[in-house]
């Protein structure tokens, strides 16, 4: 343990915390909303968490300062219910510790889903129980894709859900007024919008005609570096501990599974802008397929225009929902992609998907590094050739109904 000073000051402040919520249920007041003697700890205690990641600079993990007092560091970013932007950043130096076995795996779960009900969306492991609209008990907000919540669990070392739900809370009531619930449900979006976790203003949205948007500032340059740094970590291992669909030696470099290989970048893609525009292509229901990495090198990376799906031949919902996420400023000359507006809405174009070498309509896009480009999958696209003299890295991301 580097810092026991540090480890004894979590465990102080991790012990308040407990202690006020401790004496505040014995009296009654702890479930009667947000209590202003547990808001002004959570929110003492966060300030004093966000001052040490200030000057440490990473999460304060298991070689810092040990695991018992990484999981107090833990309890404090996880109860600061009011600090959407300290949560967030916590999530992301988490994942970056786990990546750096510096973590337990399972608790980034318990952040990542209270964020997302904080946000208004579905959870990804089942850690948020509560009571439905329907006044049942169980997971709440509902789980995304929850045919593999188990896959994504154990990814975290954490065992089934079921299993969990049965053993949660056994002395809450498995059943509760309709009314009751639902009041409770306002109130929490209420406190939601006010804690500024959630806004009032309409995010943006694709133009169904074009087919595609830009989004600029998804990534800042520091995540961008810390992305970079993770790939090419990933292009170093050796053949044996690279996935098969990985291509270190070809013309474009290529790293699939991303989500599955770092937490960091796992999380660090799941952002509410990205999530609107995916919303707005497919319904609220779909799940992410893939995370992976691509850099075309020079003179590579020229592909003919395609789509992300089998040939959409009629007027029904999109099936797949596509993002590149700049690494680097996309220019005509470095390989940047291009696609064809409004080819996701026409037959003859979608019946041409892998054959197309080039269409008068096609634009490339260009921009700064860190913009995501998202376009539904079905609009013909493809990389260009890479004429520069460096790399041309970037993420891809697809969504599927």
Not at 322 to 338: M, P
Request: charged fraction near 30%; glycine fraction near 8%; proline fraction near 6%.
């Amino acid at each position: 343990m580097e810092r026991p000073d540090l480890a004894l000051e979590l465990d102080r402040l991790a012990a308040e915390d407990l202690d006020v919520r401790q004496r505040l249920a014995d009296t009654g007041e702890l479930f009667g909303g947000y209590h202003p003697d547990m808001r002004i700890v959570h929110r003492r205690n966060g300030d004093r968490l966000e001052a040490i990641l200030n000057d440490v600079g990473f999460w304060p993990g298991h070689r810092l300062v040990g695991s018992a007092s990484s999981r107090s560091a833990f309890l404090i970013a996880q109860h600061d219910i009011a600090n959407p932007t300290l949560m967030r950043r916590c999530r992301d130096l988490y994942a970056r510790a786990i990546d750096q076995a510096d973590a337990d795996p399972e608790l980034l779960a318990f952040l990542e889903d209270r964020i997302r009900y904080f946000e208004g969306r579905n959870q990804r492991y089942g850690t948020q129980v509560g009571w439905n609209d329907e006044g049942e008990f169980g997971p709440w907000p509902p789980v995304e894709d929850p045919e593999r919540v188990d896959e994504r669990r154990a990814s975290l070392d954490m065992g089934p859900l079921a299993e969990s739900i049965q053993t949660h809370d056994t002395e809450r009531p498995r059943r509760r007024p309709i009314d009751e619930v639902q009041a409770e449900h306002r109130d929490s979006e209420h406190f939601a919008r006010q804690s500024g976790w959630r806004s009032d203003e309409a995010g943006a949205l694709i133009d169904d005609e074009h087919g595609w948007i830009a989004l600029p500032g998804i990534l800042s340059p520091t995540e961008i570096r810390d992305v970079l740094a993770v790939c090419d970590s990933l292009l170093q291992l050796p053949a044996a501990e690279r996935r098969p669909r990985d291509k270190v030696a070809s013309g474009t470099h290529h790293l699939c599974e991303l989500d599955d290989r770092s937490r960091f970048i796992d999380v660090l893609v799941d952002r509410q802008p990205l999530m609107d525009v995916v919303t707005d292509i497919l319904g609220p229901q779909f799940r992410r397929d893939e995370i992976a990495y691509r850099s075309p090198q020079p003179s590579f990376g020229g592909q003919k225009l395609h789509a992300d799906d089998p040939p959409k031949l009629d007027n029904g919902p999109a099936t797949v929902a596509t993002a590149i996420i700049a690494l680097t400023d996309f220019t005509v000359s470095n390989g940047a992609t291009r696609l064809v507006p409004g080819s996701h809405l026409r037959p003859d174009l979608q019946r041409l998907s892998g054959s197309l070498e080039n269409h008068d309509d096609q634009v490339t896009l260009t921009g700064s590094r860190g913009t995501a480009f998202m376009f539904s999958g079905h609009v013909l696209h493809s990389g260009t050739t890479n004429n520069s003299g460096g790399h041309r890295p970037a993420l891809h991301l697809v969504w599927r109904r």
